[in-house]
T-cell receptor
Framework: GQQVMQIPQYQHVQEGEDFTTYCNSS?????IQWYKQRPGGHPVFLIQ?????EVKKQKRLTFQFGEAKKNSSLHITATQTTDVGTYFC??????????FGQGTRLTINP | ETGVTQTPRHLVMGMTNKKSLKCEQH?????MYWYKQSAKKPLELMFV???????ENNSVPSRFSPECPNSSHLFLHLHTLQPEDSALYLC??????????????FGEGSRLTVL
């Protein structure tokens, strides 16, 4: 089934610096979802990407889906302390089986 | 408030105990999920139910027994667990229509400690 490798596993930045996490698959993906989990919290849906080359923005967050639909990225511009947490990509193996990447844990030095 | 409620939030049990985790969703979704989250494997799918029928069992040991009496309720019955089963158990729901599934809504999780 479709799986994704997510890198890096950890990222520590100074507040105001940018941050990027990447998900890569060996197979073509039908779509990809992104979630954020705050420390002590539960995963919360951020966005779903479906189209080849798609780029979506949510304020300081930019999501991209590769042209070949085998990779995706989440970029945060000028991080703030509220961005702390773990960011997961997730893909479907079949209609309902949502499989998550390993996650990238973001910590920020204020 | 996510629309998905899990109880209990914390549970401590011995290896010989029997306990159950409960999940209830108020979103009208037809699919429900159990995930396990631990330091070793961040978000590991366990079971998926669609319209109360099990559609996925991700090779979960039989000491975990799910039950889905209707589309709004999901249980995870625990029996003879091991210390390595200590983890955060997350329930989620989604709307699945015509082979397409939308976003998952997660509950707050049940933190399980097995002594």
């Amino acid at each position: 089934g479709q799986q994704v490798m997510q890198i890096p596993q950890y990222q520590h930045v100074q507040e105001g610096e940018d941050f990027t996490t990447y998900c890569n698959s060996s197979t073509t993906l039908s779509n990809i979802q992104w979630y954020k989990q705050r420390p002590g919290g539960h995963p919360v849906f951020l966005i779903q990407l479906v189209k080849s080359g798609e780029v979506k923005k949510q304020k300081r967050l930019t999501f991209q889906f590769g042209e070949a639909k085998k990779n995706s990225s989440l970029h945060i511009t000028a991080t703030q302390t509220t961005d702390v947490g773990t960011y997961f990509c997730a893909v479907f193996q079949g209609a309902q089986k949502l499989v998550f990447g390993q996650g990238t844990r973001l910590t920020i030095n204020p | 408030e996510t629309g998905v409620t899990q109880t209990p939030r914390h549970l401590v049990m011995g290896m010989t105990n029997k306990k159950s985790l409960k999940c209830e969703q108020h979103l009208g979704h037809n699919a429900m999920y159990w995930y396990k989250q631990s330091a070793k494997k961040p978000l590991e799918l366990m079971f998926v139910y669609n319209f109360k029928e099990q559609t996925e069992n991700n090779s979960v040991p039989s000491r975990f027994s799910p039950e889905c009496p209707n589309s709004s309720h999901l249980f995870l019955h625990l029996h003879t667990l091991q210390p390595e089963d200590s983890a955060l158990y997350l329930c989620a729901s989604s709307q699945s229509t015509g082979g397409n599934t939308g976003e998952l809504f997660f509950g707050e999780g049940s933190r399980l400690t097995v002594l």
